[in-house]
């Protein structure tokens, strides 16, 4: 469905082709300083026609906050929000009213609801995540708020070009401590924060776009400052939400936390993560203190986070739409040839980077609400007998 | 939390070191035939002891059905599942009392609830699964009875020991064609489909167990004769619910659908699924009877089911409980050495098969409930001038 | 939350003096005609303004559907509907800066989300409820179509002046059987369907009015054609989600259905609803065809329904805002004399009419979705030796 | 469906005879001390048989709890609590085979599942709550510690015979006051707080006893010590999940919360609770401390606690099971005479008094929960600007 989330929740609405896309955001604590410039800047880093590496689509995804605001302050009521659909073309797609696009959602679309957008992806389309973007920058506000949590995604794979991501090379490890947004940028239009082989990948993808082809990639995001104790088991543990909201972005394909499917090769002996005393923290709501001496296990034990760096990867797919002829049939089964001439990505990874960002702040604070309510259950209860 | 589902729903419960362990299925159709014996396989199939990879722990796991059934008809009420523990030796965890276990969930419990299960895993012990295996049981049987859908997961790698899984390469997907639970069980205890394959994954965890320790490995699942149109854009499409499923299952790390990250290095003109006619079909609640040529996306576009098989792999890790001495710390923070001497898997993948299907079986049967709501819907539209 | 339904579903947002205040629906089947003329009149019904009786605030409150439509055709995906907040007066509420308006929600928000709108009622404004109208409207004309729904709602008292609603009153069961919209918009302003009645109350709010007082009063409603089988034990009982969703509007204080309250004093013998055969109905669906001869249930028994008429009482309380002086305390705890000068409803139960209407509509569209996916499960069972 | 709840959540299984009738609890807090002993005396007080007003049906009714506690502590994971049905007669039930009882759930079970129990009530049976109550002492020991809540219900009306509920009348507001349990009890076998008037309600239901009859009846319930600020609008208003809860309990007709009904009939002058400083208070998480001087309200003001006690009324029907022939019809539709010859009770509400106060502790355990998290977003929000 269109809502995601249990206390700190959204619920998202529109089509390619529509007067406006947006969200209704629910749980946002009462208080908080917010005004759309807090959320124009993620969408802006999501929006099409950034570099000649995305789609030429023009639209400048200007966020309008309709309610749960008043004088700069969060009412603690829901926040609609609300982004006007400009520049749609529906005479583009004319063609596919006879085929259903190779490795698109028209056929399942039409199967599932009995009828489809006549244009475009419809709701599968990517501006449906415009809805996420802004509801995550709100999420993000109220983490950075809480515990002063660091969410930085980046390219680190496109195509066969990756940089390092072995878990436990320095170099990546490095990485994941030290990122920043700004860096990552730096490197637009791939966002890759590797020089050399940002470079390398935008070759790639400018001659994937010359073959009138796509190319798939990797988007890694690292989460810092995580507060402790997040996640619900059994069913909700932190990662399977996590990999429920990767999963969820269109076009994706895998989703690994920590070591992976890396760490599917090593030894119970390589792989766990040693304990130690944590001398840099103080925090008053943990008297163990503890940190490990090494992360495979991503920053999540058990389905809940021991304060360690949360990281992750994401596969994307290349992008469905290529601008080649392709053999395939019609809705009634007709052999032919159908060319695709919508305006697309030949590469989704580096408008994907905020998307992957917001769908973590998602979790994050869907989580930490949750488990601000057991804290608190905790101040009354009388532990002194227990261990 | 301990519910999974919407309209098919299971709610579990229980400990290591409890009377039992055990669930509640909801939205189970009415006057389907069910017994104990429908559901006893698959948990024998989870069952520790089954083999000299796995842990001596001795449990006969018998189900009793306490509720939702009468004369071996389901009342399509709530059904009660209850397994005894028995063989529950608490005394083996006594110096974990000092230490969190490395890699374990003994630090991450304690924070998250103030108390921890003196003994074993308590809650996040591999013995809450078995309230999803007996629940998946049930989701099966009304799968099968729907649509004769065929969920038959198996072990594809063993640390670096792996079958062929490319997904164009024609052995993998013959195997997916054709692959049985009854195929996969021949080659117990490790449970890969594979002949020599699985005699090295034998010996490499016979060697690791040998040497105290445990290794990581791949379970893939097939689905078959899926319903077209399950899964629930946006945020509940169908590979996100399978991610969030397979990811709640204790020890995993990743999740990839389809090509997964393989397909992140393809281009689109080679990962795109042609359409063509499917002669073989006659599915009277699809008029397109269109297939696939190739199946990149796992029978999934756009979060919804296309028909085609589904096929995924899940990551699990080595498990964390080895029989070597390890440098650690207590939950004071003093370094110092913890030997484990609980009973556990050097390699727990062969027992998470049946684990794999039941989440899978889970998540399809409410997707299946779901859509058939739709379904109806689409019966009473007036649809003619529609596309 | 603002978040209402399972599998049809709507999310509202909004205050008094925000923007905007709409909805998203979710769960709308696909293919059905719709339009904003469709969701208008129901809006018109609860708009301010439409005579002396009610406030004077002015809103046209046209509402506009931005996504899931195309070509006046829904999508099945969500439908976001927009009012436009237009004559908001902020000055009106400045003395409540001080005071927390008594019986009001000023200081329970405050405590709530520490923070609350400065103007106006904020989120607990009637406005609240536009979102829900329009949702509302959409489910209605999806059961119009599913089986010919038809729910008519009715002032039945204002104060002490009352309709005879004893439920086994010839006049009572007549009105049920035959009671439309256009026959309550004829006893307009007052929406009660008795003439002479109506005009005892119309005078009764006009002397309140005068008095610079205000008046409580009961809405009764009633579902004909109402598919069998509807609601979920045990939680969900249909209604117990009807009583939900009318204690959810504001200033509601009780709900009954059926019988209520009066038939708390009947014996069983008096109260028990026989059957007796349905030469009437030829539904496919129902092989019993069977009647009661009367309905004190309120056709609901054990919390499903059984196609008898569905009728229920909601009581409204006088409006807390009223043009007298009342002698209350600041914030601070001082006491004083708080006047009040917004614009507000004497009665507001001929407003409440359309909005009672469509909570009903929310509940049955969401709980006609939950059985029809149940009913598929039945077409696969064999059923035949089953009683 | 059966699960009721957010965070503090129960999910319930069991029909009248079949081995087991229990639940699942999630959401209760870690460290807690809890035994059985702290959850039987509620089960007792609703068990059959304990005098001669009641169903003669023998239950000792005594729970187990399987899961979720060590050591006489609770681990914060799911709770899971099973009675067994002993006294279960069959064979009593045989005519019903052919008779759909009126005013039961017999036709509407089958029309639902397809299928119905065929003794008993099956699932519809008072023996489903078995799992509200021992789940409801749970959560009445989480607020008992979090804010020394008090949840008292008892009988007010039987049939006509009633004490003064009037919510102005000094005797109502007095019980409402000083209620417990211990006098509620002293009246047992009918739990009504007023001597003269429990001896005439008990004169009544054996009166109605004799003649082979049953009656109706009110439980009122009052909840003292609430903490303010539960309740989340717009949908959730703590009323509206009140009824919800309320109506969920079977063979209730209806709800009212504070004035209720009665309070339709008042004008907003009369109705209004005028605030005042609350001199005994000294809660640290409210700076007003502002108390009401009536509470027409019955403690929730916008959907939200305010601190006052909170009180309504729950309608129940008469029993629908009387040992009467009744003229009715066959599930053929043949007009016929039933004699029902099932043990039930001529009137529910006596024991109904600890499932009123069960569902009434879970919601409020479910709403403070809520609350809590966003209390703790309070804590790190700088509201220093804001009103």
Not at 257 to 274: A, C, P, Q, R, V
Not at 367 to 373: C, M, P
């Given at each position: 469905m269109s809502t995601f989330g249990t206390l700190f929740k959204v619920?998202?609405?529109g089509e390619s082709h529509c007067p406006s896309v947006g969200c209704i955001v629910e749980g946002v604590p009462g208080g908080m300083n917010l005004d759309a410039s807090d959320i124009q800047p993620q969408l802006d880093r999501r929006r099409p026609g950034q570099s000649k590496l995305s789609t030429p689509r023009k639209e400048d995804d200007k966020v309008v906050i309709h309610s749960g605001l008043e004088n700069g302050r969060t009412l603690g009521t829901p926040i609609a929000m609300?982004?006007?659909n400009k520049d749609h073309h529906p005479q583009d797609y004319s063609e596919t009213d006879f085929y259903p696009r190779p490795s698109h959602s028209d056929l399942t679309y039409l199967l599932k609801y009995g009828?489809?957008?006549a244009s475009g992806g419809g709701r599968s389309s990517a501006r449906e995540t415009i809805g996420r973007v802004a509801a995550g920058a709100i999420a993000e506000r109220f983490l950075k708020l809480a515990n002063n949590v660091e969410i930085v995604a980046f390219v680190s794979s496109v195509g066969k070009i990756s940089i390092d991501k072995n878990p436990s090379s320095p170099y990546f490890q490095n990485l994941l401590n030290t990122i920043t947004r700004e860096q990552v940028d730096q490197f637009n239009p791939i966002r890759c924060p590797h020089k050399d082989i940002a470079e390398q990948q935008i070759k790639l993808t400018e001659s994937v776009k010359a073959q009138r082809d796509s190319i798939g990639g990797v988007v890694t995001c690292v989460i810092r400052n995580v507060p402790k104790a997040l996640g619900e088991p059994c069913f909700d543990k932190l990662e399977a939400m996590l990999a429920h909201a990767?999963?969820?972005?269109?076009?994706t394909k895998g989703f690994e936390?920590?070591?992976?499917?890396?760490?599917?090769?090593?030894?119970?002996?390589?792989?766990?993560?040693?304990f130690?005393?944590?001398t840099d923290s103080n925090d008053p709501n943990d008297k163990y203190n503890l940190k490990t001496l090494t992360n495979f296990s991503g920053g999540i034990q058990g389905g809940i986070s021991n304060g360690e760096h949360i990281y992750f990867n994401v596969a994307f797919k290349p992008p469905a739409t290529i601008s080649q002829p392709q053999e395939t049939a019609t809705y009634d089964g007709a052999p032919g040839v159908l060319k695709a001439r919508g305006r697309h990505d030949p590469n989704v990874v580096p408008r994907a980077v905020p998307i992957v960002e917001a769908m973590a702040a998602l979790v994050l604070a869907d989580?930490?609400?949750?488990?601000?309510?057991r804290e608190y259950a905790h101040s009354i209860v009388d532990f002194s007998k227990v261990f």
């Open positions: 619920t998202t609405y609300i982004v006007k009828i489809k957008a990767m999963l969820s972005i269109p076009a936390i920590g070591s992976g499917f890396y760490g599917t090769t090593l030894k119970g002996s390589e792989h766990n993560d040693m130690s005393k944590n989580a930490l609400l949750i488990q601000k309510s």
